[in-house]
């Protein structure tokens, strides 16, 4: 009789980690389903290959090391112990740490977004801290850092999580949960069933575009004029939050016409504070300071919004000053949809549609994601949206986007450890002192291929890499490829290999997920419930390791503990690791086990905690910013030399900022990701793989037309920067002027006789191959993956 265990498990392939019931059948792991009891119960096509990812043939499964040299084909890989991996992973390390400093390692892994990294992310970042390296690579530029990281500058907060059970209307921009989060795309369903509004902003018509009330076909690349055109629509129709505005954004704060920065107390007074503020207070017709930490210096203030008024320097001299909200109408106003939809490729009664829709079907919430961050004007996009968003009111209100209650649990990433002084020689920070390099485990791969490649400004020479493929998942591949060749040492550790791991100088093999033993503290986060905002799981181990894999957490663990840094690890035991992460939370690994399905902490979600008392000062939390207010005039934008609000800038390539391209390459290229595959991976896997056969470009059947190129064809793809080879798909929602693709084709699938594509040949299908890594945005470092320029030709 067949031994059948169901297990009580989530899945963490990517960020939904949906609650599921994994079924193991005579020890052997057979099927995944959703968990209907779990809070965070749903599943993707994915999730439910599970089984046939942990058997694949290509599994990595026994730690290897190479011994031919790097610029062969073939790297003459060889099956090695673990003892003998790891002890020479210890020994590369330290010699280079010892010869170049610990900055000259480089740490990294795999997003999130597709891959188990939230098991060990956060003790990978400790890891490098405490080696001393400031430096972890990572793809949180491309996807997610303005969302996450840069609205900060805005609201103190990375953008809280919508609310769509109790929303009367939702917006999506540049997202698409179908494909990228299965338990969202569950939730905005059910709020549609309800009656909850939908728009969506996105190039390519996916299904729920199809099914929105109103669905918005921007140019890509154009997102922060469209954004600045919603502005004016609310600000012209007076359908924006004038009590909020006034009370909770820095909006009435005056700018200095002279030097377009604030005018502080300072400029008043010489005894003045430089980071108190001044407003012109209606009816008394005279500048009123405001301190972020005492509030006005009068009672009863009433700031103006719009206006040009005289003050009086401590100086003598007068200046011109306006509120910063009449600055960003100004700037909105040269948006307004019927002048910026040649802009957009979105009509004006469209826009003004969206507008309406999103201010007066309240609560509204929004959700952006990767078709908003892969643009060379990503941050001030972001700013423009979260102004469009802030503008409304709603912050933090039930059914808008709310910072949920999240289980307690002590921070792990070790930033204390990092040695004085080295968080300065972040790659990268210099340039973007705002951007990712700003943050722990921000490093981008162009400013890593550089330092390897020209020593500057240091000397890079070893790499440890936890999943991730560079190759494929960045830009400028080839120069990649120069930068992995040239590395001293170069180990990398995956659940099988790819092209980045071909230049390793020793493989780690990975258990996959459903073999490894794993604690979370949060479901929350990007689109969580608020009671899974505060539920916490212990993920048992479905199946032993498969060969001989280990668990990514165990071997940073052991390698902690090898490189001398074991007192910061516990001593190696993971256990006690876990137990001192999770004890806030009141919740013990105990009763987690013994509650496979997970528990709930006692947190509770309670609503507008900015205004808030203190019991300490007495007055308002306020939000966690310089200003203490929503920051429509991003005031640490002016020391960094960035507009300090919202401002529209042409892509380098682009229709608009060069005309003259257009004759060579007249077609936008932008790219979208597939419900089967998650990036670069799983086109091995044989039931997605039969989905999705060949790598393809959609194009509108007129443009298809003009080209003699029919359905179904092998086509070039060519830009600035390369060529690669797809097939034509046509799709008539598309702008004839666009085309869009799917990153990430190199694998082959053997069990259905499905070929392999070079990432590094012009007969490829890697569309990073023809994205260099050049005029990316100024602040966040984010490259333009989804608004460069191309043309489309019949091969041969």
Known sequence: MMAVEEIHTYCPMCVAQCGVVAVVEDGRFTKVRPDSAHLNGGICVKGSAAPEMVYSPDRLLSPMKRTRPKGEPDPGWVPISWEEALDTVVSRLSQIRERYGAEAVIF?????????????????????????SPNVMSTVHICTWNVLFGSKHTFGTPTPPPDYENARCILLWGANPLATFPTSAQRITRARARGTKLIVIDPRQHRLAREADCWLRVRPGSDCALALGMIHVLLEEKLYD?????????????VREDTQRLLTAQDLSESGAPDSFVVWASGRDAPVVYDPETGYAEKGVKPELVGTFACRLASGAQVSCRPAFALLADIAARYAPEQ??????VPADTVRRAARLFATERPSCYFTWAGLEMHSNAMQTNRAVSCVYALTGQFDEPGSNVLTAMTPSRPIIGQELLPKGKADLRLGLANHPLGPPSDPGSVQAAGVYDAILTGRPYAVKGMVLFGSDPLLGHGDAVRGKQALEALDFYVHMDLWTNPSASFADVLLPASSAWESEALKTTFGGKGGTKDAAGWAQMRKAVVPPVGDTRPDLAVIFDLACRLGLGEHFFGGDMEAAWSHQLEPSGLTLQQLRAHPIGMKAAVATHHRKYASIDA??????????????????????????????PTHSEPAESPISAPELTQDYPLVLTSFRLLQFVDEQHRNIPRLRNAVREPFVEIHPDTAAGLSVLDGEWVNVETVGGKIRLKARYNSALHPKVVCAVAGWWQSCRELGLPAYDPLASKGANINLIIPNTHIDPISASVPHRSRMCRVSKEG
């Open 616 to 645: 300490k000062s007495g007055r308002p939390r306020g939000f966690p910013t310089p200003s203490r207010k929503v920051e429509l005039y991003a005031s640490r934008f002016v020391g960094a030399g960035y507009d300090p609000l």
């Open 242 to 254: 004038e009590s909020f505005v006034r009370e909770w954004t820095n909006g009435p704060f005056l």
């Open 108 to 132: 990294g892994r795999a997003t999130p977004s597709g891959s188990a990294s939230s098991d060990f992310q956060e003790w990978l970042l400790r890891l490098a801290n405490a080696f001393g």
């Open 340 to 345: 910026s939809e040649d802009v957009t490729w």
